[in-house]
């Protein structure tokens, strides 16, 4: 990524555009509504392969030119996507080769999307050509403000290509057989490889795979389609294009990017972010995803490409996502450094495999509560847009602590083979981010082995292989005065996943001063109590101290009277270990005292009434507080500061209903409360 933020006049409102799927009757209508609600950004081409290039070679641009006029005319500007995420069916039966072939050897066909295998040479030809092709015609467009290459990489093949290209990307990081077999640990089950070519992708096998034959996969499949994202890049620059580039990551479940490597090769980091929960936890799923991604993007502003409009997909049904939610999870996301709220998609299709995905034009037309909503959205937007313009040195955020997050983690705890099915990377990296949440402090994720010593609090959730410069950066931050809480089975392997022994967590063992004997994992309904009344759940262990002093012990049960918690004293700084998953109110006792311990306190000072979010998000010239009521009990917000929404001062108060939200451009040294009203008369009710 480049050092420079990406800055944007005002926040971008809109979303994906198919106006391919309607008459233009209908985008005459689209153009005047987008206009209503204020529309700033339309995400156009996105699935447009087969309308674009209707046969090998031929191209079509004579509607997209007419959309693109449109669409500038009308005021609104134009995110264009290379449409290689869904290759036409001529595409694929004049290159069979090029569809995914499943891990257990099925060749998938076409007739849905995502039908394209990364390896195939004729899919790389074909995507490069197309994207060449669009930017020649488009890369100096006065309308266009970015590149959307692809949509969501991430699709996963097991063929002959494949194969080919996971060989190669394994002999550049292995070099040779001998350092391979080590890594992999070939002894084992009689793996030994004595060729290159006898190596295939993970594929259906008899019983469990090789874990790091499995985990050097993923991260294959990452870098492979990274190099997909650089061959288009390279095509939209030979043309000379300027606007700058993204792809749109997607979460929460999708994790088949290592994210960090990726969001330097991109102008701007992109995600798309669909809620697993309703509300309450919602708005830590926003807020976890929004701080992730900032992250990954250096703590400079990033771009939310996708959400749902109204509605939210649980499991097997769709649940209605209120006007009032789409409103403040877009602010939230925005509190937390996007530049956008975007949207999948601008008008519900009328048919189509998601026609019942949530749209900012539901199918009931503009008549209706979402598409209120989404006025009031637009309005909002441009009341606040003074807030997008990012401080001189990018960092939209001030964050005491800092998660350690890394896709290897979630690589490593997806493999079948470990002590417990129970143990989980989201679930335990989202418990301590989560209990932040409700503390109502600022939090980043951080990388490892990047130096850490701006936080004074670094949290290590679960991340079972560690490699070297991982470890050393977590001592080196400790040593100088850092205060550093690691989670169970973290550090307990190296980056081949081969346990490092002598003790767990091996590579973490002598910073910590801890040594685990035996892992001890609970049953599903089994839980541990500790001395200090807090309670843990999935796993347990055996652990001595060596040089660590224990903070609280087991209660009952086999590891009665043994540490549970336990603390280091190293250099100037301090290393905690934490040997269960504390439950959810455990886990915010515990995170509440490391905090006091090390000086982190809520943004501002107290932690606000239950269910209110605030955020403090760095601007140019000042900072904004953004005060998001996701409960149902009114608060005073009072401090020195301008209401940009309201348009008034805060001085004097304003109440912010539940459900409501106040962003308020704040003065030089504010003091802020914000307290349950007491119906003392505030005005400002929305
Ligand atoms: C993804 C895709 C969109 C659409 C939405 C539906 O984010 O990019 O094309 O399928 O999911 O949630």
């Known amino acids: 990524m480049s050092s ?106 076409h007739g849905s999307r995502d039908t394209y295998c990364p390896s195939a040479p004729a899919y790389r030809e074909a995507s490069r050509r197309i994207a060449r092709a669009l930017a020649e015609r488009y890369g100096d467009h006065p309308g266009l403000r970015a590149w959307h290459v692809h949509n969501e990489y991430g699709t996963i093949c097991w063929c002959d290509h494949v194969a080919r290209a996971f060989r190669a990307w394994l002999q550049r990081r292995y070099v040779s057989l001998d350092v391979l077999n080590d890594a992999w640990y070939t002894a084992f089950w009689s793996q030994h490889y004595s060729a290159w070519e006898q190596i295939v992708p993970p594929r259906d096998t008899q019983y469990l795979h090789n874990p790091t034959h499995a985990v050097d996969f993923r991260r294959f499949v990452s870098d492979e389609y990274l190099d997909c994202l ?58 976890y995803g929004a701080d992730l991604t900032r992250s990954w993007a250096g703590g400079q502003p990033w771009l939310l490409m996708e959400q749902s409009a109204t509605t939210i997909s649980l499991d097997g049904r769709i649940a209605y996502k209120e006007p009032g939610r789409m409103l403040r999870d877009s602010l939230s996301y925005i509190a937390h450094g996007s530049q956008a709220a ?69 690589w490593a705890l ?20 989560r209990a932040l949440w409700h503390a109502s402090v600022a939090v980043d994720f951080a990388r490892p082995g990047t130096d850490l010593s701006a936080y004074k609090l670094v949290l290590v959730p679960s991340m079972f292989s560690l490699d070297a410069a991982a470890v050393r950066a977590l001592g080196t931050y400790v040593t100088g005065g850092g205060r550093l809480a690691v989670w169970y089975f973290s550090g307990v392997a190296d980056e081949n996943l081969h346990v490092v022994t002598g003790g767990y967590p091996g590579r973490l063992r002598d910073l910590l001063g801890v040594r685990v004997e ?36 087991y209660v009952g049960g086999p590891l009665d009277g043994r540490p549970a918690i ?51 998000r760095r601007g140019a010239e000042h900072d904004y507080l953004f005060v998001l009521n996701h409960g149902a009990t009114d608060v005073t917000v009072r401090g020195d500061g301008y209401d940009l929404v309201g348009d008034r001062p805060t001085v004097e108060g304003v109440l912010v209903p539940g459900g409501g939200y106040l962003v308020a451009r704040e003065s030089t040294a504010p003091r802020w409360t914000v307290t349950v009203d007491e119906g003392e008369g505030a005005d400002g009710l929305r």
Do not use: K
Request: hydrophobic fraction near 45%; charge should be negative; charged fraction near 20%.
């Open 342 to 410: 975007l949207f999948f998609q601008w008008r519900a299709s009328a048919a189509g495999s998601e026609a019942w995905h949530g749209a900012i034009v539901p199918h009931a037309g503009a008549d209706s509560t979402g598409f209120r909503g989404a006025c009031e959205l637009g309005a909002t937007l441009r009341a606040i847009g003074e807030v997008a313009a990012p401080p001189v040195d990018g960092r939209v955020l001030d964050a005491d602590v800092a998660i350690l997050w890394h896709a290897d983690g979630w």
């Open 518 to 553: 035996n892992f001890l994992p609970l049953g599903p309904d089994e839980h541990v109590e500790l001395s200090d009344g807090l309670h843990g759940g999935v796993w347990s262990e055996l652990v001595h101290l060596e040089g660590a002093r224990a903070l609280a012990t």
């Open 566 to 616: 336990a603390a280091a004293q190293r250099g100037a700084g301090t290393a905690y270990y934490v040997s269960t998953l504390l439950d959810p109110a455990s886990t915010a006792t515990l995170l509440d005292r490391l905090m006091a311990q090390a000086g982190v306190t809520p943004v501002l000072g107290t932690t606000p009434p239950a269910g209110v979010e605030v955020v403090r």
């Open 230 to 287: 650089r061959d288009q890049r390279a095509e939209i620059e030979a043309c000379g294009s300027h606007a700058p580039v993204t792809t749109n990551f997607m979460l929460p479940t999708w994790n088949n990017l290592e994210q960090w490597s990726w969001a330097e090769e991109l102008d701007v980091v992109a995600i798309d972010h669909y809620l697993d929960t309703t509300a309450p936890d919602g708005e830590t799923h926003v807020a």
């Open 4 to 109: 420079a933020p990406f800055v944007t006049d005002g926040f971008w409102f809109g979303g994906d555009y198919n106006p391919e799927q309607w008459p233009r009757e209908t985008w005459r209508e689209d153009v005047e509504l987008m206009q209503r609600a204020g529309v700033t950004t339309a995400t156009v081409g996105v699935f447009s392969w087969a309308l674009l290039e209707p046969e090998e070679g031929v191209y079509d641009f004579g509607w997209l030119d007419d959309v693109m006029a449109m669409l500038y005319e009308g005021g609104i500007g134009v995110v264009l996507a290379t449409p290689t995420a869904s290759p036409p069916p001529w595409f694929s039966l004049a290159h069979p080769d090029a569809l995914t072939v499943r891990a257990d050897g099925v060749q998938r066909w």
């Open 414 to 433: 997806e493999n079948r083979s470990l002590p417990s099915d129970l143990l989980d990377y989201p679930t335990a990296v989202r418990r301590t981010h």
